[in-house]
């Protein structure tokens, strides 16, 4: 699979990243059916494939419930992998609890870390609430993790945005913006475009609209939203999130 280097990262990822909330939730997430948590082995075997399959990029966070803790325990050849995770959102007996503060997100770094069972982290995300602007502007947040950096904790950051607003403030200010994008929701190309111009990294949130795919008229929906998405100049990686091996397969055919 073909790796692109994430704007000015130094990082280099695959074009899919494979995504994990379903390793630890399965609780008030917008998927169209319920699923069991999978198993140790399930999950082995799934990182296996995506291995296999030429992935490189994980993706996780503290809001998705016990994925990091489970990423730590199971994951072999941890150097090979380019971990992302978030600060600002835990999630708490079924209920999301923000917190942008500097000793929250300090707090934060220090438990992914050691959920992780690594010393440094490739790619931290700020887990939006909406409030992107509100957050960057009123708290110390980009500050606070650009000193992690400084300091070899983290080696880039960024947010998890959800406005156009929002999404070009962190390509000003930070290093990589993720944004959802997908033949459904085209909103936040100007985004993708305003980073692309400015050499910054581009993650891609719900490609496959979270599983909605009955929304896209078309014989083989996963490959349209492939070929939509990597037509878009500035993206470099899209993040699925799938317990199925066979369907992550399918996606990586896709390309």
Same mark, same amino acid.
């Given at each position: 699979?073909?790796?692109?280097?994430l704007?000015?990262?130094?990082?280099?990822v695959?074009?899919?990243?494979?995504?994990?909330?379903k390793?630890?939730?399965n609780q =008030?997430i917008?998927?169209?059916q !319920?699923?069991?948590?999978?198993t140790?082995k399930?999950? @082995?075997?799934?990182? /296996?494939?995506?291995?296999?399959?030429?992935?490189?990029?994980?993706?996780t966070?503290?809001a998705?419930?016990?994925?990091e803790?489970?990423?730590?325990?199971?994951?072999?050849?941890?150097?090979?992998?380019i971990?992302?995770?978030? #600060?600002?959102?835990?999630?708490?007996?079924?209920?999301?609890?923000?917190?942008?503060?500097t000793?929250?997100?300090?707090?934060?770094?220090?438990?992914?870390? =050691?959920?992780?069972?690594?010393?440094?982290l490739?790619?931290?995300?700020?887990?939006?609430d909406g409030?992107?602007?509100?957050?960057?502007?009123?708290?110390?947040i980009f500050?606070?993790?650009?000193?992690l950096k400084?300091?070899?904790? %983290?080696r880039?950051?960024g947010?998890?945005?959800?406005?156009?607003?929002?999404?070009?403030?962190?390509?000003?200010?930070?290093?990589?913006?993720?944004v959802?994008?997908?033949?459904?929701?085209t909103?936040?190309?100007? #985004?993708?475009?305003?980073?692309?111009?400015h /050499? =910054?990294?581009?993650? %891609?949130?719900?490609?496959?609209?979270?599983? !909605?795919l009955?929304?896209i008229?078309?014989?083989?929906?996963?490959k349209s939203?492939?070929?939509f998405i990597?037509?878009?100049?500035? @993206?470099?990686?899209? %993040? #699925?999130?799938?317990?199925n091996?066979?369907?992550?397969?399918?996606?990586v055919?896709?390309?």
């Open positions: 699979m073909i790796k692109n280097s704007g000015n990262t130094g990082l280099s695959s074009q899919i990243g494979l995504g994990t909330v390793f630890g939730r =008030k917008n998927y169209p !319920h699923f069991a948590l999978p140790d399930e999950i @082995v075997n799934l990182l /296996g494939k995506s291995k296999e399959l030429g992935i490189n990029l994980l993706d966070a503290p998705y419930g016990t994925s803790e489970r990423l730590g325990k199971l994951l072999i050849g941890r150097e090979s992998w971990i992302c995770t978030k #600060v600002g959102e835990d999630f708490n007996e079924g209920v999301s609890h923000f917190n942008f503060s000793a929250s997100v300090r707090s934060s770094i220090e438990r992914s870390l =050691k959920r992780l069972c690594t010393d440094y490739d790619l931290v995300l700020v887990h939006s409030n992107d602007k509100k957050i960057i502007e009123e708290t110390d500050t606070t993790l650009a000193d400084t300091k070899g904790l %983290i880039s950051f947010m998890s945005t959800k406005t156009i607003e929002g999404g070009k403030l962190s390509v000003d200010l930070a290093d990589v913006v993720m959802t994008y997908n033949p459904i929701h909103e936040e190309q100007s #985004v993708i475009e305003y980073a692309h111009h /050499g =910054k990294g581009v993650l %891609i949130k719900k490609a496959l609209a979270s599983g !909605h009955h929304k008229p078309n014989q083989n929906p996963v939203c492939m070929d990597f037509k878009q100049a500035g @993206v470099h990686s899209v %993040i #699925v999130g799938t317990l091996t066979h369907h992550l397969t399918q996606v055919e896709s390309l």
